[in-house]
């Protein structure tokens, strides 16, 4: 099938090059001329475990393009995901005009018969929104389609979520529609929940939420077991153990950051308050999570007295591992918060420091863990990259100052680490 995905971020990129790979010929679009300009090149412009690999195949057999001309890519296909950003904005809702201006443009340049389908993540509602808008603009009176499909990828994961995941869900109103989506993820071995659009959207908000909550569960936990010397670590265990629980998303530690639980979980909120109910719950999973940040400066603070002067080294930045993204890592409220207190922070991430300079500038970047160590007061872990499991502890203890390690994602065994001579700081344990 001929398909355009209008938006070559994480989700557009990896699912354009997914599509391909599945045997459809996809044109990927962005307005953005030089992340374009990166892939026709044959490079990357984020990173993302096997995804290079596919796109380079995909583009060697002619079933991936890359361009910035939305005309000719609408003109071409048959079906138009839309996978642009959905930031969020002051009032936490989710800004919409990217997703508008790219549903005004398909509706320009649509001649026949076209199946619009929302991949971004929006509002419970968009999708009618989506075909209002198309209505108005529909210059040749096409006729057309609108489907919700939600992306559940992960970061770090994204090509395996997309070609493996637990499950694809499709919103539609026609059979035509339907069929379609059908056809189109037929090649992937999931099970497909059709539904009404609205259910389709909601999947998404109530996923995040749910997920988020499941953190902040932990996260609360944590504390608990901090005041009472527990271990939330086996805590966790004990409970994930339960089939009706699991285990996925019980880990305590800094908090849930990147671009899409903080966002859905905000737009959710406001969706609900504007439909008239107040949903506190989802407000205290906020509450709880902000604080998982508070607390963990508060720990390094009293295990350093002053901070002034104090040098800190940091290993990891990114929101999570295996990946570079830094969109609202808790790593950046952490470490400003360290160094609005007069510490010193040097920093080292194994993919993220091309991403956090700009946004860090008062860190120093180092190109190891061990240069991060050198005289330090304090060694914070953020981002539990599997590299950091490997480290060589006890030359990472000689190099520092004073040999205190704050394991704010639980890494490490807290007996390991004790007798190798570290003071060692972990969340609830
Ligand atoms: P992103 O910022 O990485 O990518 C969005 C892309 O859209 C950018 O490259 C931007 O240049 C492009 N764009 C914006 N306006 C455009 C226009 N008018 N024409 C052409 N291109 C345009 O964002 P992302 O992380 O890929 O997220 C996209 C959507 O998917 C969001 O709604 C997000 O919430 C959702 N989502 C993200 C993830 C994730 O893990 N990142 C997972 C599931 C869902």
Redesign the pocket.
């Known amino acids: 099938m001929n398909i355009s995905v ?8 990896t699912a354009g090059a997914c599509l391909a790979k599945i045997g459809h010929n996809v044109i990927c ?4 001329k030089e ?1 374009i300009a990166i892939l026709n090149q044959g490079n990357m412009p ?1 990173y993302e475990p096997g995804l290079k690999e596919i796109v380079v195949e995909c583009m060697a057999n002619g079933k991936l393009k890359f361009s910035t001309e ?1 005309r000719s890519a609408v003109e071409n296909s048959l079906v138009c995901f839309i ?5 969020p904005m002051e009032s936490g809702e ?1 800004d919409l005009t ?1 997703v508008e ?2 549903v005004r ?1 398909i509706a320009t340049w649509m001649f026949d018969y076209r199946l619009i389908v929302e ?4 509002p419970v509602k968009t999708a009618q929104w989506i075909k209002r808008t198309i209505e108005r603009y529909n210059q040749h009176q096409a006729p057309f389609d609108v489907a919700s499909n ?6 770090g994961s ?1 090509v395996q979520d997309f070609l493996e995941p637990d499950r694809i869900v499709i919103g539609v109103e026609t059979e035509q529609a339907k069929n379609l989506m059908l056809e189109i993820y037929q090649p992937i071995k999931a099970p497909v929940i059709v539904t009404d659009l609205a259910s389709a959207e909601l999947i ?1 908000h109530c996923s995040n939420a749910f997920l988020a909550m499941k953190i902040s569960f932990i996260n609360a936990v944590a504390v608990i077991c901090e005041l009472v010397g527990a271990d939330v670590v086996e805590v966790a265990n004990g409970m994930g153990m339960d089939k009706r629980i699991g285990r996925a998303f019980l880990n305590a530690g800094i908090g849930y950051g ?3 639980f903080p ?2 979980l905000r737009a959710f909120i406001r969706i609900a308050e504007e439909l008239g109910y107040d949903f506190r719950l989802l407000q205290e999973v906020e509450k709880i999570n902000e604080e998982a940040k508070k607390r963990f400066v508060r720990k390094i603070k009293s295990a350093l007295w002053n901070l002034r002067e104090k040098r800190i080294g940091v290993l990891g930045l990114a929101f999570k591992p295996n990946t570079d ?1 830094m969109r609202f890592a808790p790593s950046i409220d952490i470490i400003n918060e360290l160094l609005s207190e007069g510490a010193k922070v040097r920093a080292y991430d194994p993919q993220a420091m091309e991403k956090a300079q700009p946004i860090l500038t008062r860190v120093e970047f180092c190109n190891n863990p061990i240069a991060v160590a050198n005289d330090a007061d304090l060694l914070a872990i953020l981002t539990e990259w599997d590299e950091f499991r490997s480290l060589d502890l006890n030359l990472i203890k000689r190099r520092m100052r004073v040999p205190i390690l704050a394991d704010g994602r639980n890494l490490f065994d807290r007996k390991t680490v004790e007798s190798l001579g570290f003071t060692y700081i972990g969340v609830g344990r």
């Open positions: 209008i938006g070559t971020g994480y989700v557009g990129l679009v962005d307005h953005d992340k984020i939305i996978a642009v950003g959905t930031p989710p990217y201006n790219v443009e991949k971004s993540t929006v939600p992306e559940f990828l992960r970061e994204a998404k990147g671009f899409c966002k859905d993204d």
